[in-house]
């Protein structure tokens, strides 16, 4: 008789984040490399808490946080932290969310797309995922150095504000 096991959601999480990272870092052109500074931090500082419906991983949060920092303006940051949760019900399709800190933005992603392996389906919806993230961030750095720049260069005459 066979038994089969289960897959261990904590490890399919890593999996997933895994095929993120591999994504951004194809994805990372030498222009947005050349644009600012990127760093990444996978660990968790332990103040994450699953959003409604999600759960917490078993060993703990697993999750990424990228800062971007302008090259032509050091005090010009954009930051956002992208983790993955196992579904609270577990079982149930999607198996699993990715969601962005600052944003709506999520990717629910099936048992199926990731297990037994990581599908083309899969790699497919996390390219677009991480390809908005990357134009919003670097949409944001932009607005975030054209304010500096006019403050620095017209006295923070700028005809618009943060808010």
Same mark, same amino acid.
């Given at each position: 008789?066979?038994?089969?096991?289960?897959?261990?959601?904590?490890?399919?999480?890593?999996?997933?984040?895994? *095929?993120?990272? !591999?994504?951004?870092?194809?994805?990372?052109? @030498? !222009?947005?490399?050349?644009?600012?500074?990127?760093?990444?931090?996978?660990?968790?500082?332990?103040?994450? +808490?699953?959003?409604?419906?999600?759960?917490?991983?078993?060993?703990?949060?697993?999750?990424?946080?990228?800062?971007?920092? #302008?090259?032509?303006?050091?005090? +010009?940051?954009?930051?956002?932290?992208?983790? *993955?949760?196992?579904?609270?019900?577990?079982?149930?399709?999607?198996?699993?969310? *990715?969601?962005?800190?600052?944003?709506?933005?999520?990717?629910?992603? #099936?048992?199926?797309?990731?297990?037994?392996? +990581?599908?083309?389906?899969?790699? #497919? @919806?996390?390219?677009?995922?991480?390809?908005?993230?990357?134009?919003?961030? +670097?949409? !944001?750095?932009?607005?975030?150095?054209? @304010?500096?720049?006019? @403050?620095?260069?017209?006295?923070?005459?700028? !005809?618009?504000?943060?808010?």
């Amino acid at each position: 008789m066979v038994v089969s096991q289960s897959p261990d959601p904590d490890v399919l999480a890593r999996t997933i984040l895994g *095929v993120l990272w !591999e994504t951004t870092d194809r994805q990372v052109s @030498r !222009e947005i490399a050349h644009l600012a500074d990127i760093a990444v931090d996978a660990s968790d500082d332990g103040t994450h +808490v699953a959003p409604p419906g999600l759960a917490m991983p078993a060993s703990g949060c697993i999750t990424t946080h990228v800062t971007a920092t #302008a090259r032509d303006h050091p005090g +010009v940051v954009e930051d956002m932290r992208v983790a *993955v949760w196992p579904v609270a019900d577990g079982g149930g399709d999607p198996a699993f969310v *990715v969601t962005r800190s600052d944003t709506e933005l999520t990717l629910p992603v #099936a048992l199926a797309d990731v297990h037994p392996e +990581v599908t083309g389906h899969l790699q #497919a @919806r996390v390219n677009d995922f991480i390809a908005a993230i990357i134009a919003h961030m +670097v949409a !944001e750095l932009d607005v975030k150095m054209q @304010r500096t720049h006019i @403050r620095e260069s017209q006295g923070d005459l700028a !005809e618009y504000t943060e808010d």
